[in-house]
């Protein structure tokens, strides 16, 4: 049985990001583990099942997955996982994941392990695209160097953050994904003119945003051949 780890954020994950390739993954037959940094269960960004800006029928959806997916709530100690057990591993976006999974090693390896090792694939969506930006092969060099990418766009964080980087909720951004991604030799386009924007390259695939999640998530499964 195909199988994925999902390594998703404790201080705030974007719910459709997550849920919708939990779903389609899991409804298409895939064996999916959840791990968090701590193994607490992970949280959920509120703005992402607010009704107003997500519409109810999506903000009810998420939520109700998020409540009662025995996975979400009873995760596994991200260091305690191994990615070699999995053949794809997925990081959800949202804000939150500047916090921990972008920051957390055991997050960077499991995405190395993934891309890098050549037996595994990665989904990697939204702010989580920033852990690109502190990944590394074994020879020092940036795992992103040199591969087309796509993710949370700098047009997109100006109209969410303050003139001091403030989010809504206070805390202040640590960077802004598109500007780190780059300044490390990525090829990046977010393709703003485009519905949707999602980029394989090589074991590596990405998604912009919230809206490119489903693309997302079917994109997986074909490079998988589920």
Request: charged fraction near 30%; include cysteine.
């Amino acid at each position: 049985m195909t199988s994925a780890l999902f390594i998703v954020s404790e201080e705030g994950y974007w719910g459709e990001e997550c849920i919708e390739p939990l779903t389609t993954l899991s409804d298409a037959g895939v064996d999916i583990t959840v791990a968090t940094p701590t193994g607490s269960a992970p949280v959920i960004d509120e703005r992402s099942i607010d009704p107003e800006n997500v519409g109810e029928e999506l903000a009810e959806h998420v939520r109700e997955v998020h409540e009662t997916d025995d996975r979400l709530q009873n995760p596994e100690k991200l260091a305690r996982v191994d990615a070699r057990d999995y053949d794809a591993v997925v990081f959800p976006g949202g804000h939150g994941t500047e916090w921990d999974i972008n920051q957390d090693r055991h997050a960077r390896q499991a995405l190395l392990t993934a891309v890098a090792g050549g037996e595994g694939k990665a989904l990697v969506v939204c702010h989580a695209v920033g852990i690109l930006a502190f990944t590394r092969e074994a020879d020092g060099s940036f795992l992103v160097e040199g591969r087309d990418v796509t993710g949370f766009p700098n047009e997109w964080e100006d109209g969410i953050v303050d003139d001091d980087d403030l989010m809504p909720d206070g805390r202040k951004l640590p960077y802004w994904v598109e500007d780190e991604v780059k300044a490390v030799g990525a090829n990046w386009d977010a393709e703003l003119d485009a519905d949707t924007s999602v980029t394989v390259d090589g074991d590596l695939v990405t998604g912009r945003g919230p809206g490119s999640s489903a693309e997302a998530a079917q994109t997986l499964l074909d490079e998988l051949g589920v």
